[in-house]
C-alpha cells in the first residue's frame, strides 16, 4: 500500500506522487534490495530524461534512495550547466549514506571555484561529520572571504575529532572570527566527550578558557559557561 491516507473514490494520482511514496519506501532503514533496485530505475531515468523539471525529480528521488551506485552520476552533474542541477545533485550527495559520496564531497570542495559552493560543500561535510575532510576544511579556515572561514571552522566543530580540534587550536585567525572558533570549539568538546574521549574534550575546554579575554566582552560569560558545563561528565544518554 502507498504511504498515507487514501485518495477520495475517483481521484487521480499525480504519477510524481506516486513515485515519491514508493521512493520513500524503498529508501527506508532496512529495506537494501528494494533500495538498490529503485536506485538503479532512477539512475537509468536520469540518463534518459533532458527536461530540466524532470531531472531535478529525479534527483530529488535519488536523495532518499541513492547510494554507492549513484555516486558517479551526482558527481558528473555537478559540472552541469544548469545551476538548478548542479544544487539537487550535491543535496542528493550530502543525503547519500555512503563513503563514496564523503570522499566525493571532499572532491569537490577542492575543485569548487565560487564561495557560495564552498559554502554549500562545508555545510554537507559538517552535517556529515566527516573525519577524513578535516584536512580539506582545515586549509579554508584561513580563507579571505569571512563566510567560508566561518564556515569551515563550524564544519570542524561539528566533525568533532582529534584532528579537527588540534585544526582549530593551529588556526590564525583575525578578531573577528574568534567568537566563531569559541563556539566551534564549544561544539567539537561536546562531539568529543560524547564519543568518549574525555581527555580530548578537557582540553579544548582549557583552549576555550584561556582565550576567553580575547571575546567580544558580551560573549565571555556565555562561552565560558558553557565551557564550564562541558568540563562535566555527559548527561545519561547522550
Known amino acids: 500500500a502507498l504511504i498515507g491516507a487514501p485518495p477520495p473514490p475517483g481521484a487521480k494520482i499525480p504519477p510524481h506522487q506516486v513515485l515519491d511514496e514508493i521512493v520513500v519506501r524503498a529508501g527506508a ?47 558528473a552533474l555537478l559540472a552541469d550547466r544548469d545551476a538548478a542541477v548542479r544544487a539537487y545533485a550535491l543535496r542528493a ?41 578535516v584536512g580539506a576544511v582545515a586549509g579554508l579556515i584561513e580563507s579571505s572571504d569571512r563566510e567560508v572561514a566561518a564556515a569551515a571552522l563550524a564544519a570542524l566543530g561539528s566533525i568533532g575529532t582529534r584532528e579537527a580540534r588540534d585544526a582549530l587550536s593551529r588556526a590564525r585567525l583575525p578578531n573577528d572570527l574568534l567568537l566563531e572558533r569559541a563556539h566551534a570549539r564549544l561544539l567539537c568538546a561536546e562531539r568529543l566527550r560524547v564519543g568518549g574521549d574525555g581527555e580530548a574534550a578537557a582540553q579544548v575546554v582549557r583552549e576555550i578558557r584561556e582565550s576567553l579575554s580575547a571575546l567580544p566582552e558580551g560573549a565571555r560569560a556565555i562561552i565560558g559557561g558553557a565551557a564550564a558545563a562541558l568540563a562535566g561528565p555527559p548527561a545519561p544518554g547522550t
Request: no cysteine; charged share 25%; net charge neutral.
Open 29 to 75: 532503514p532496512g529495506t537494501d534490495a528494494p533500495r538498490a533496485a529503485m536506485e538503479r530505475a532512477l539512475l537509468a531515468a536520469l540518463a534518459r530524461m533532458a527536461s530540466l523539471n524532470e531531472r531535478i525529480f529525479l534527483l530529488r528521488e535519488l536523495a532518499i534512495a541513492g547510494g554507492e551506485d549513484a555516486v558517479p552520476a551526482l558527481v
Open 93 to 133: 550527495l550530502d543525503a547519500n549514506p555512503s563513503a563514496a559520496a564523503g570522499r566525493a564531497l571532499i572532491d569537490a570542495l577542492g575543485r569548487a571555484d565560487d564561495a557560495f559552493l564552498r559554502l554549500t560543500i562545508l555545510n554537507a561535510l559538517g552535517r556529515r561529520r566527516e573525519p577524513a575532510a
